[in-house]
C-alpha cells in the first residue's frame, strides 16, 4: 500500500487544534512490542520480579531525562503530563498488582504487567465521559514504555530520522512524552490514526498553538515519508499530496487565519464592553492546571468554571486535602486572572472515579451524584473544601456548588463549609473568611426558587448543558434528541430571564458557564438578558469579545424582548441569525448558510 503514491487524498479526522499547516511528512513508526507469555518456575519467581522492577527504575530515569531535555519553555508548562506518568510507574497499588501477579500466576514478567495493565484499562474503556477514557491511554503509554525495555527495544525518538525544514509528524499515536519532545522550530503540525480532543496530545497541540487533526484511522499506512501533506485543524480535514492548485488555496487560508489569530489575540485583551457602555466580565471554563496559559493568552479576566473532576478521574486514591490545596494555591496565585471559580465535585452521572464507589443507577443523570454524594460523603467533600479554603489565604478564589436542587442542599453544603472553617481557624490555618459562595443553576427546581436562594448565596452560575436537558428532558449525550437541544427555547429564556432578575433584585451576581455562553450567536440574547459573567472555553472568547464590542446594549434588550414573545425556538434561532448576518456580515455569513 505504501508504494502507491495519493494525490489528492482527503481524510477526514477530528480537528482538535486550530490553524492550517502544510508540510513534509515526518512518519513516526513504532510497531506495538509482542508480549511473550510464558509461566516460570518459582525459583525464576525473584528474577522476574527484578526485571519488573528495574524496568520502573528504567522508565522512571526515561521519563526525567525527557523532562530535562525540554528546550522550548512553552513546552516546558506542560511537563506536568511526564510526572502525571512518573507517578503512575511509582503508584505502590499498580507495583504491588504486577508483583502479586508474578508470584500468584507464575507469570513472566511481560505477561504479569499485560493482565494488570489489562484490567485496568477495561475500567478506563467503560467510562463514558471522553476525557476520562482517554486517560486509559495514559496508562498504555506507561505499560508500552515499561515493555520495551523489559524486551531490551530501542524506542525511535521523535527526531531520529532527519527532515527536511518543518515537518508533520504523522503517528499511529502520540505519547505526553513524546508530545513534550515536540521541537517547535522542526514541527508545523500533528496528525494520528487514534485520539479524540481530550487527549493529552490534543490539549498540548492546543496550548502550542500547533494545528493538529487525530483520529484519522489508519493515515501512517496511507504517507511516506515526504509526501506532502495540508492538516486543517478546524475542520478535521487531512489532504495528503496536494495538487499545486490545492496548495495555493490552503496557503491563502493559512495567510487568513494566521492574520485572523493575530487579531483574536488582539480583540483577547480588550474590553467586553457594548458601544453604550453595558460591561459584561468574560470568563474561562478550565479542567486543567495546564489551560491556563491558554486562558492568560486568550484575555480571560477570570475562571467562571473549574471543573474539578479531573483531579479525582486522574488518580487511584482519593486526592487528599494536601493534594487539592496544592492545585488551587497555583490557581489562587495566578495574577493574569482576576478569580478562579472552584466548582466542587461534580462526579457520578456519565463520569466516574476509580477511587470513589458509586453504585449502579439506571439512570445516573438523576442520580446519585454532585453535590449529592457530596454530601453524604461528607470526608470526601471536607478534604476539597478544606484544601480550597487553604487555598484561598493565597489569592481570589470562589466555591462554586454543583447540580444543587433545593434549599436543604444549599444549607447542608455551607454547613460542611463551615465546620471547615471551624476546624481550620482552631488549627491557626489561615484562609478566606470572606470567600465567596455560589451554586449552578441547572436544574429547573432550583430556577423556580431563585428568589429564595438568592439571599443564601454570593452568586449564580447558570449551568444551561445541564439546565437544557433537564428543562427538556433531553438526555445531553442522547444523539437521537439532540435536536431538540434548543438553548432559545422559550422555557430556557424565562428560567435564565428569573434567575437573572431574582438574583439582581437580591444585589448578588449571575454567571452562565454552559456551552451557550461561548455561542457567539447568542450574545445579544445574553447581553439583553443582563447577565454579569459569560465564562466559556478560552478559545471562544476573542468572538465573543468582538461581538460584545460591536453591539449596543439598548439593542440587546430589545431584541430579548422580541424574542421572548416568540413560541418557536426555531423561528427565534432565525430571526437572531439573521440579525447577526446584518451586524456582523464578516463573522456570521458563513454561519447562517444564508
Ligand atoms: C453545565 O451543566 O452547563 C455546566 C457548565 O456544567 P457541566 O457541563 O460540567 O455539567
Ligand atoms: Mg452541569
Not at 59 to 84: C, G, N, P, Q, T
Not at 144 to 167: C, F, H, T, W
Not at 319 to 334: C, F, G, S, V, W
Not at 535 to 547: D, E, G, L, Q, T
Amino acid at each position: 500500500m505504501k508504494e502507491e503514491t495519493f494525490v489528492n487524498k482527503v481524510l477526514q479526522g477530528k480537528g482538535v487544534s486550530s490553524g492550517i499547516a502544510i508540510g513534509k511528512v515526518y512518519l513516526l513508526e513504532r510497531g506495538r512490542i509482542h508480549v511473550e507469555k510464558y509461566s516460570v518456575r518459582e525459583d525464576q519467581i525473584e528474577r522476574e520480579v527484578a526485571k519488573f522492577q528495574n524496568a520502573i527504575k528504567s522508565a522512571v530515569k526515561e521519563m526525567s531525562s525527557i523532562k530535562d531535555a525540554i528546550l522550548d519553555d512553552d513546552v516546558r508548562r506542560h511537563a506536568f503530563i511526564i510526572d502525571a506518568h512518573m507517578l503512575m510507574l511509582q503508584d505502590q497499588y499498580f507495583l504491588k498488582e504486577v508483583v502479586d501477579t508474578i508470584k500468584a500466576k507464575k507469570a513472566n514478567a511481560e505477561w504479569a504487567l499485560d493482565i494488570v495493565v489489562s484490567k485496568f484499562s477495561s475500567s478506563f474503556e467503560k467510562v463514558e465521559d471522553p476525557y476520562l477514557r482517554e486517560r486509559g491511554r495514559d496508562l498504555d503509554y506507561v505499560y508500552q514504555r515499561l515493555l520495551r525495555i523489559m524486551v531490551n527495544k530501542e524506542a525511535p525518538g521523535i527526531y531520529d530520522k532527519s527532515v527536511r525544514g518543518k515537518g508533520i509528524i504523522v503517528a499511529h499515536d502520540l505519547s505526553p512524552a513524546d508530545t513534550i519532545q515536540i521541537n517547535l522550530d522542526r514541527t508545523s503540525g500533528f496528525v494520528t490514526d487514534v485520539g479524540g480532543r481530550t487527549s493529552h496530545t490534543s490539549i498540548v497541540a492546543r496550548a502550542l498553538e500547533i494545528p493538529a487533526v487525530v483520529g484519522l484511522g489508519n493515515i501512517t499506512a496511507i504517507v511516506k515519508d515526504n509526501d506532502t501533506v495540508i492538516i486543517d485543524g478546524d475542520e478535521g480535514k487531512v489532504i495528503v499530496n496536494p495538487t499545486r492548485d490545492v496548495q495555493k488555496e490552503y496557503l491563502v487560508r493559512q495567510t487568513r487565519l494566521n492574520a485572523q489569530r493575530k487579531e483574536f489575540l488582539r480583540l483577547g485583551k480588550l474590553k467586553a464592553e457594548t458601544q453604550d457602555g453595558f460591561k459584561v466580565r468574560v470568563a474561562a471554563n478550565i479542567e486543567l492546571l495546564a489551560e491556563m496559559d491558554i486562558v492568560e493568552r486568550y484575555g480571560a479576566e477570570g475562571v467562571g468554571l473549574y471543573r474539578t473532576e479531573y483531579i479525582y478521574l486522574s488518580s487511584k486514591t482519593l486526592p487528599t486535602e494536601m493534594d487539592h490545596y496544592h492545585i488551587y494555591r497555583k490557581l489562587a496565585e495566578n495574577r493574569a486572572v482576576k478569580y478562579t471559580t472552584i466548582r466542587t465535585l461534580d462526579i457520578g452521572g456519565d463520569k466516574f472515579a476509580s477511587s470513589i464507589e458509586v453504585a449502579k443507577e439506571i439512570n445516573p443523570a438523576m442520580g446519585l451524584r454532585a453535590i449529592r454524594l457530596c454530601i453524604k460523603e461528607i470526608e470526601l467533600f471536607k478534604a476539597q473544601l478544606r484544601g480550597i479554603l487553604r487555598a484561598s489565604a493565597h489569592g481570589p478564589l470562589k466555591i462554586l456548588f454543583p447540580m444543587i436542587s433545593g434549599m436543604e442542599e444549599v444549607k447542608k453544603a455551607k454547613a460542611v463549609l463551615r465546620e471547615c472553617m471551624a476546624e481550620l481557624e482552631q488549627e491557626r490555618v489561615p484562609f478566606d473568611e470572606h470567600i465567596r459562595i455560589g451554586i449552578m443553576v441547572e436544574v429547573p427546581s432550583t430556577c423556580m426558587i431563585t428568589d429564595l436562594l438568592a439571599g443564601e448565596v454570593d452568586f449564580f452560575s447558570i449551568g444551561t448543558n445541564d439546565l437544557i436537558q433537564y428543562a427538556l428532558a433531553i438526555d445531553r449525550v442522547n444523539e437521537y434528541v439532540s435536536y431538540l437541544y434548543e438553548p432559545l427555547h422559550p422555557a430556557v429564556l424565562r428560567m435564565i430571564k428569573k434567575t437573572v432578575e431574582d438574583a439582581h433584585a437580591h444585589n448578588i451576581e449571575v454567571a452562565i458557564c454552559g456551552e451557550m455562553a461561548g455561542e457567539p450567536l447568542y450574545v445579544p440574547i445574553l447581553l439583553g438578558l443582563e447577565l454579569d459573567e459569560l465564562s466559556m472555553n478560552a478559545y471562544s472568547i476573542p468572538r465573543v469579545k468582538k461581538i460584545i464590542r460591536g453591539l449596543r446594549h439598548s439593542y440587546c434588550k430589545s431584541l430579548v424582548t422580541e424574542i421572548l414573545a416568540k413560541d418557536s425556538p426555531k423561528e427565534s434561532e432565525l430571526l437572531v441569525r439573521k440579525e447577526m448576518v446584518r451586524l456582523f456580515p464578516d463573522d456570521f455569513e458563513h454561519i447562517a448558510g444564508e
